[in-house]
C-alpha cells in the first residue's frame, strides 16, 4: 500500500483548511498522508530512519481517516493501518514518543483511566441510578464521559432504562477501554490489556456492550479481535447511536416536548469515516418536533475533525486547540443555536474551542435532546447560558 501512492494530492485537497487537520496545524508537506507514505518508503528502503525529531510528523496526525476517505477514489491505502504501524516501530525500537502519549499511557496502566480518577470519583455520574447485575446487557461509558461529563451520562443511562433496556454496570472494576494504549503504538501492554478486559466480561457473563464512545466501540468491535487474534468480539457492541436511532424506529419513547432550536451536528470520524455510521443522529432529528436541522458545510464522509482524535489533544494540544477553533467557526456559520454530536470526545474539545473562540453556545449529546423531548430532563439544559454542576 505504501507503494501504491502516486502523491495524486487527494488527500492534502486545495486548502490548508479543507480536508486534512494535521497539514492544517502543521503546514509541511510531510504532515500530508502522501507525505507520511514518502517517509514511510524511505525507512523501508533505509533512506531514512525514526528518530525524535520525525515523531510530530506521525504522532500529530489526528487518525481522522479524511485523507483515507479521499484514498478512496485513488490507491485506496489504509493510512490509519500505516500510521498505526509507524507508531508502534517508535514503540519497538525504543525511540521517545511525544511526552503526552507516554503520560497517557502510564496514566491508564497506573490508575485504570486516562485521567488518574478514584473509582469512587469516576463513578459519580451513577448517582441515583440502578444496575442489574448480570443483566447481559453492559453500559460501558468510557473514560471521558465518566470524567468529564457526569451529568450527560446520567441523563443517557435514565434515557435508556425509561425506553426499557435492562443494563449492567461494572462499577469499581471498570477501567479504560485500552485505546490509549494501541493508539500511542504500546502494543505489548494492548495486547495484554484486551486480554485482560475480554476475560472480566465473560466472568460476568456479559452478552452485549452499550456505549456512548466511539473510540471504546471501536476497542471491543475492531481493535480487541485484531490484538487477540480473534475473527469477531465474543460480545456484541453497540454504540449509543444504533441504540437511539431503535428507540425512535421502534417507538419505545414519546417525543412531545417541542425542541424549538435550530440544530446541526458533527459526525465523529470514529463512527462516520471509520464505521459509515451517519444516519441515526439524522433520523432522530426528524422525529423530535420542533428541531430544525442545518448541515454545516462539511459533512458526513467530508466532515472536519473536532480535533480530539489519534491522542493528539494529549501529546500536541496547540494543534488540538486549532482544529477545535476551526470546527466551531464553521458551525457559528450556519447560525443554529446548538452543536450535537455523539461522541464525548468530540464533545470535550468542541465545548473547548466554543471557550475559545468565546461565543455562548452548547454542545449536546444528541441524548440529550431525546432525553429533553420526552419529558425526562428540563429543558434549560438546551439554553447557552446553562452550566452543568460537573
Not at 466551531?328 to 468530540?346: V, W
Amino acid at each position: 500500500m505504501i507503494y501504491a501512492c502516486g502523491r495524486c494530492n487527494y488527500c492534502k485537497g486545495v486548502d490548508f483548511n479543507d480536508r486534512c487537520p494535521e497539514i492544517f496545524t502543521q503546514v509541511w508537506e510531510s504532515s500530508t498522508a502522501r507525505g507520511r507514505m514518502a517517509i514511510a518508503r524511505g525507512i523501508l528502503e533505509g533512506k531514512l530512519d525514526y528518530t525524535e525529531e520525525l515523531a510530530e510528523r506521525i504522532f500529530g496526525c489526528f487518525m481522522c481517516a479524511r485523507c483515507q476517505e479521499e484514498c478512496k477514489k485513488a490507491a485506496q491505502i489504509d493510512v490509519i493501518s500505516i500510521t498505526k504501524a509507524m507508531r508502534a516501530d517508535f514503540v519497538d525500537r525504543g525511540i521517545k514518543i511525544p511526552e503526552g502519549g507516554e503520560k497517557i499511557v502510564e496514566t491508564a496502566l497506573s490508575s485504570g483511566n486516562i485521567f488518574a480518577d478514584t473509582p469512587q470519583i469516576h463513578n459519580q455520574w451513577t448517582e441515583g441510578l440502578e444496575f442489574t447485575e448480570g443483566s447481559g446487557t453492559l453500559f460501558y461509558p468510557g473514560c471521558l464521559a465518566s470524567h468529564r461529563f457526569k451529568e450527560k451520562t446520567n441523563i443517557l443511562v435514565r434515557l435508556l432504562q425509561a425506553a426499557g433496556y435492562i443494563l449492567d454496570f461494572l462499577g469499581e472494576e471498570q477501567t479504560c477501554c485500552g485505546t490509549p494504549l494501541w493508539v500511542t503504538g504500546k502494543l505489548e501492554n494492548a495486547k495484554q490489556w484486551a486480554q485482560d478486559y475480554l476475560e472480566k466480561l465473560q466472568a460476568r457473563g456479559v452478552k452485549e456492550i452499550i456505549t456512548p464512545c466511539p473510540s471504546c466501540f471501536r476497542a471491543f468491535d475492531e481493535e480487541y479481535p485484531e490484538l487477540l487474534g480473534l475473527e469477531t468480539f465474543p460480545i456484541i457492541v453497540r454504540h449509543t447511536s444504533a441504540v437511539l436511532e431503535e428507540i425512535v424506529e421502534q417507538k419505545k419513547l414519546k417525543f412531545t416536548v417541542p425542541i424549538n432550536k435550530k440544530v446541526t451536528y458533527h459526525d465523529p470520524c470514529e463512527l462516520g469515516r471509520y464505521r459509515d455510521i451517519y444516519d441515526p443522529a439524522r433520523k432522530i432529528f426528524e422525529a423530535l418536533p420542533g428541531v430544525e436541522y442545518v448541515e454545516m458545510a462539511r459533512n458526513k464522509e467530508n466532515a472536519f475533525c473536532c480535533g480530539g482524535g489519534g491522542a493528539v489533544k494529549t501529546m500536541f494540544e496547540d494543534y488540538s486547540d486549532t482544529v477545535a477553533k476551526e470546527r466551531i467557526q464553521e458551525f457559528s456559520s450556519t447560525g443554529a443555536d446548538l452543536m450535537t454530536t455523539i461522541c464525548p470526545a468530540c464533545e470535550l474539545n468542541l465545548t473547548q474551542g466554543t471557550y475559545m473562540v468565546d461565543i455562548e453556545a452548547r454542545v449536546l449529546d444528541v441524548a440529550e435532546l431525546m432525553a429533553v423531548s420526552a419529558g425526562i430532563v428540563d429543558e434549560e439544559i438546551l439554553e447557552s447560558d446553562y452550566f452543568p454542576e460537573d
